[in-house]
């Protein structure tokens, strides 16, 4: 009798199994407990705007999302930043400021930007350039982003660019985010250079020139119809005959090699092999029954809410100069919002050539308890932000609110421990798998390579 593989959850680390598993030819089915698939990708089309509610992009240089992209038959629709238009704004002090060029994600590459930058005081700039003289840690044990930044590049550098850029990304605290976790590429290049600012300039040296005839791709990339648009074409490539939506996993027990799936309508089903790619702290509740040391483990793992709020305006309404894609506000400026992206600028078809798509943040790493507001109020907080940083004062002419109630995995410090704890664990039940951002990488890069990996095991063992 042939095995049986069922999928929980349909986010991109799911559907990226899915397609691989499909390719195989090998049987499963996917239960969703939602009406749509995709989880945090959805994107919704308002009129003529192109508004996406989780993540806007992908990072080509994760390449496992572009495989994905080309695997559903997408290729000729990702879409590339308006990069003429490209640039960060920091807030600080009252002001917009460059982030200075050649900061490459925290680390200068180039001195005259630097030393120009007016985001940097000049005992900063300093500090900054010491990280070249400071030698790497002695031993392997994490340290939180701060502690890391702070030890190499000094407090301004962490608190005006490593916190609101690098910690951002994660909608964490960087004091108790694990750079092994999120960074390990930073503890390599300390560790191979002595320097991050040597390990940078070094990597960008090796970079691969572009092949010819290759793909033009940007830093960022996303699809002409917005991420959702991934989301259809995997269902697409999948069969809805396999798809089950609307049906809630409430609990997996084993029998024997067995593992038997309930759903919240009392409806029972065995299989051979598991693939859950829900959050950790659902996992656990789902597992709790046959191993309730495991669901403890994976309980451990902490999470951040955050909101996205999109603002539509018309075009000439707009009396300010929008520069680059966006801006960053540091945690220390305290204010309402973390981030806040020119979408109609960095992104094309977002919206009709004479309005302005903007997108910002509220919440993660900083007054996380904004996300309970009601949309009104945060549609207010927003306008009073972009009114007092960058002086928008025009109407908007639509907004749209979308809650991250624990949307995003906090890596603390010991993420790794705790991970390679899960995976002993998970060796006394062959057959169950756990994928997806809560454990090996949030982006939708690294959810896709968790989804392919377990699928060539499955396949692999059938
Ligand atoms: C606001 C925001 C912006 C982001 N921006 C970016 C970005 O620009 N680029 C980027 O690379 N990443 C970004 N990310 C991160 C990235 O989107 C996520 O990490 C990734 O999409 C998560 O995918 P996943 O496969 O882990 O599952 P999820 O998307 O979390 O999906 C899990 C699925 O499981 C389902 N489910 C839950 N419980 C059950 C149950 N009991 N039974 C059945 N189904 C269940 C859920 O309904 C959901 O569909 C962003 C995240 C957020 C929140």
Known sequence: MSKKVAIIGSGVSSLASAVMLKEAGIDFVIYEKESQLGGKIKTEYINNFTIEAGPDSYLPEKFWSVQLIKKVGLEEEMLCSNDEHKGTFIYSNGKLHPLPEGVMLMVPTMIMPLLKSSLISWPGKIRMGLELFIPPKKDDSDESLAQFVTR????????????????GIHTSNPDNM???????????????????????????????????????????????????????????????????????????TKDNAKFIIKTNDNFEDDYDYIIAGTPSYTTADIIKGFDPDLAKLLSRIEWSSSATISLAYKRDDINVDLKGFGFIVPKIENRRINACTWSSIKWSYRSPDDHILIRSFVGGGHHEELVNEGDEKLVDIVREELRDIVGIKAQPVLSKVYRWYNGMPKYTVGHLERIQEIDNYLKKHPGLYLIGCSYKGIGIGDCVKSGFDVASKIINNL
């Open 178 to 252: 694990s750079v092994k976790a999120t960074f390990p590429r930073f503890i390599e290049m300390e560790k191979k250079y002595g320097s991050l600012i040597k390990g940078m300039v070094q990597a960008m040296k090796n970079k691969p020139a572009p092949q010819q005839n290759a793909k033009k791709m940007t830093y960022f990339m996303s699809l002409k119809k917005g991420m959702e648009q991934l989301v259809e074409a995997c269902k697409k490539f999948i069969g809805e005959d396999r798809i089950i939506t609307n049906k809630q996993v409430v609990s997996i």
């Open 152 to 167: 190499r590049l000094g407090r301004e550098c962490l608190e005006k660019i490593a916190e609101p850029l690098v910690a």
